[in-house]
């Protein structure tokens, strides 16, 4: 079976992975874990451990259990408890820490009791937080502060220095495609990157590398941006000619959600053939959103579809 590799943060890699394990891939996920919001922030300061949030959301992706076992997890107290706005993924997982010390020894726990397809491992086990860093030298410290800031990041980089997790170092060795996911490329794919130890990792494997592109540009973040500049945005940190292969929507978004996502700051984000060809990426194109309580996401199964026939098509 073939090794695939996927580097993402929360939602956005989520939603690929409900499709990738419906197909016969080894995948490995690593999650980014500079999420500092919300319930995980909270966790993260009373308890000083690393980020919970992105990596159980991923988790309950993988999972295979039915869905009443997943709402449950999925479960969210009220704002006026005492545990208010903390899920019961996050609280179990927090427990699994302080009883286990790290992840390594606390994911298959949690991986067996929800019966996950595939691996899951954090990018560290460190407790840290992600910097951005203005066009004007300031820094702002957290990754939702930089979501919100809505100012220009020319830079980014950790609190302090990071311990890559040495299972994310094998799994990539032995891997047949590295996948860098959809969702914010400064919050989701930027925490991997940006770490020197994973740029010579990538840049050294054997496997192909591919890019889901996100299907609207993110305000502040990615204004304008055709599906080539988000290339160039990842190939800044991994080197020119990195990614092979590019994953694409090529379909009109429907004129209500295009309208809503234009008030929001957001525009479809349109395939430059020419320049991609100029870069020798191989596009897949296909019609790939749905509106989902609406917003618009990446169709998970015709998405995993065109990962695992791109995966199988030299075979």
Known sequence: MKKVVIFGGGSGMSQLLKGMIQFPMDITAVVSMSDNGTSTGRLREEFSIPAVGDITKVLMAMSTESKGVKDLFNY????????????????????????????AHSLPILCDLLDV?????PITEDNVDLIGITKEGYEIIGEAEITESKREIVDLKYSKKVKVTPKVLEEIKKADLIIFSSGSLLTSISPHIIIPEIQEAVRNSKARKMYICNMLTQPGETD???????IKYLEKYLGAGTINAVIANNSKI????ALLAKSEG???????TKALQNMDIEILEEKLFKVEEGYIRHNSLKTAYLIFSYLIEDE
């Open 254 to 257: 429907p004129q209500n959600m």
């Open 76 to 103: 969210r107290f009220s704002n006026d408890s005492s545990i208010g706005n903390h899920s019961i993924k996050n609280l179990i997982m927090t427990a699994l820490l302080e009883m286990k010390g790290d992840f």
């Open 266 to 272: 957001k525009d479809p984000v349109a395939i430059d």
């Open 224 to 230: 304008g941006f055709k599906v080539s500049d988000h």
């Open 117 to 121: 397809k595939g691996k899951l491992l």
